[in-house]
T-cell receptor, first 115, second 108 residues
């Protein structure tokens, strides 16, 4: 069964450092998403991406965040200068279409710890 | 404001049906009801969705009331592996808005 994969599973970084979280969406999917979940809190939408550009982003997704699809398979989330409050699980998801009824497939997540 | 209301937690006996309620009294005509679950901090997993009619797939059934103000997710034969947080989401677009969900514990 096709699945979304994410690397690394756990990333530890110092405050102020840049991190890149990587995702490989399901191969025939066209829409990609990042969500995050701070420990003990809700899963929050960050950004959606289609056709090499951001479709929509939340208030959380400020200038410190960027996304990119550098090649035909990877989808990355970059945090330019990490803060302590960026510590969270980051989930990548993908879907075939953008219709509201299209199932989103989530990856296993990357746990980011900012020290 | 939360669009859905779910119980915080519930227990279920292994092998029995688990019925998870969700209230969404302010749902509008173009909004779907989705259910996802999250097993122990893994990525959320899609279960089922519906608009007006009841739906069934290999994982679960979704019963939506005629006025669409509430719904029930039914796991027909709960197993220990169904222990998870279950999220009822009402959406008209692709940005999934997760609430706190219901923590379901299946006991042997």
């Amino acid at each position: 069964e096709p699945e979304v994969t994410q690397t690394p599973s756990h990333q530890v970084t110092q405050m102020g450092q840049e991190v890149i979280l990587r995702c490989v969406p399901i191969s025939n999917h066209l829409y990609f998403y990042w969500y995050r979940q701070i420990l003990g809190q809700k899963v929050e939408f960050l950004v959606s991406f289609y056709n090499n550009e951001i479709s929509e982003k939340s208030e959380i997704f400020d200038d410190q965040f960027s996304v990119e699809r550098p090649d035909g398979s990877n989808f990355t989330l970059k945090i330019r200068s990490t803060k302590l409050e960026d510590s969270a699980m980051y989930f990548c998801a993908s879907s075939e279409g953008l219709a509201v009824y299209n199932e989103q497939f989530f990856g296993p997540g990357t746990r980011l710890t900012v020290l | 404001d939360a669009k859905t209301t779910q119980p915080t937690s519930m227990d279920c006996a292994e092998g029995r049906a688990a019925n998870l309620p969700c209230n969404h009294s302010t749902i509008s005509g173009n909004e779907y009801v989705y259910w996802y679950r999250q097993i122990h901090s893994q990525g959320p997993q899609y279960i089922i969705h519906g608009l007006k009619n009841n739906e069934t797939n290999e994982m679960a059934s979704l019963i939506i009331t005629e006025d669409r103000k509430s719904s029930t997710l039914i796991l027909p034969h709960a197993t220990l592996r169904d222990t998870a947080v279950y999220y009822c989401i009402v959406n008209s677009d692709y940005k999934l808005s997760f609430g706190a969900g219901t923590t379901v514990t299946v006991r042997a």
